[in-house]
């Protein structure tokens, strides 16, 4: 099941096991830099992978802890973007804006 929130959160429960996936991705829209938190009951590593609107790959990093994760987007031009966050084999996806 995937949830969508006002707040920015984004999460994701695997209805079998029912072990949950809770990211959030701010500040949106971002300028310089975006934050990653996660939640998740079983976190071994993740990675997020940032797309352009034509789906070609600008960014890819290493999400090393729950908390606290920043990633430079300083170098991306201003407009919509959508990304892909791999936690524990499951993914969730979301859109951000970068402005200058």
Do not use: C
């Not at 969508?4 to 949950?20: A, S, V, W």
């Not at 949106?28 to 352009?52: C, G, H, Y």
């Not at 430079?72 to 201003?78: F, K």
């Not at 973007?81 to 993914?91: D, P």
């Amino acid at each position: 099941i995937l949830k969508f929130h006002p707040n920015g959160l984004i999460g994701l429960t695997d209805i079998e096991t029912g072990e949950k996936e809770t990211i959030k991705v701010y500040p949106n829209p971002a300028k310089n830099f975006i934050n990653i938190d996660i939640e998740s009951t079983n976190f071994k590593q993740s990675d997020i992978e940032l797309f352009d609107m034509q789906g070609k790959l600008v960014k890819k990093a290493k999400l090393k802890s729950k908390q606290g994760n920043r990633i430079d987007v300083s170098n991306l031009n201003a407009g919509a973007y959508t990304y892909n966050v791999s936690i524990n084999g499951k993914t969730v996806s979301g859109k951000i804006i970068v402005g200058k």
